[in-house]
T-cell receptor, first 114, second 112 residues
């Protein structure tokens, strides 16, 4: 019954590494999102995408990029990981439709940059 | 995007009814109101969504007054497992720019 899947639950990377976080949804949703969540700071939007190859910056895009080559997959890329990017990363998707819609989240990726 | 305001935290006891109110004074005509629940180290989970009046499902009720400038999530007979952060979101899911902006939420603590 898994609807949004993130590629890793835990990751440890070194400073300067290029890091890929993958998110796949099986609900044919148009909109997909990447957030990071840190204690006391809530969910902060990094990037979102409303269609294939389309992306929009969120509140904190610096140091990140994204890729959406297929509708079901939205990737978050840390070009050169830094210790201040240690965080919980959450992917979400939502249908852009009429009436009631709900967002579905992945299980989260806890990234530690050392 | 309509901004929402919720209490930072609330306490209650097992078996009680809990009401969490969210203020959204500049809600737009096409906006829906959605509530989510989040446990530690997990992503938020949908609870309930409504546009006006009252909506009820198996876990909660959502009360929306006629002016739609606020909404109240009602959790009947809470248990310890309802301890979580609750978020109120306002927006139009049909909008391609629908960003799912999250406020600080309300941290609900249920005591035995």
């Amino acid at each position: 019954d898994v609807k949004v899947t993130q590629s890793s639950r835990y990751l440890v990377k070194r400073t300067g590494e290029k890091v890929f976080l993958e998110c796949v949804q099986d609900m044919d949703h148009e909109n997909m999102f990447w957030y990071r969540q840190d204690p006391g700071l809530g969910l902060r939007l990094i990037y979102f995408s409303y269609d294939v190859k389309m992306k929009e910056k969120g509140d904190i895009p610096e140091g990140y990029s994204v890729s959406r080559e297929k509708k079901e997959r939205f990737s978050l890329i840390l070009e050169s990981a830094s210790t201040n990017q240690t965080s919980m990363y959450l992917c979400a998707s939502i249908s852009r439709g009429m009436g009631n819609t709900e967002a579905f989240f992945g299980q989260g990726t806890r990234l530690t940059v050392v | 995007l309509a901004k929402t305001t919720q209490p930072i935290s609330m306490d209650s006891y097992e078996g009680q009814e809990v009401n969490i109110t969210c203020s959204h004074n500049n809600i737009a005509t096409n906006d829906y109101i959605t509530w989510y629940q989040q446990f530690p180290s997990q992503g938020p989970r949908f609870i309930i969504q409504g546009y006006k009046t009252k909506v009820t499902n198996e876990v909660a009720s959502l009360f929306i007054p006629a002016d739609r400038k606020s909404s109240t999530l009602s959790l009947p007979r809470v248990s310890l497992s309802d301890t979580a952060v609750y978020y109120c979101l306002v927006g139009d899911p049909r909008d391609s720019n629908y960003q799912l902006i999250w406020g600080a939420g309300t941290k609900l603590i249920i005591k035995p």
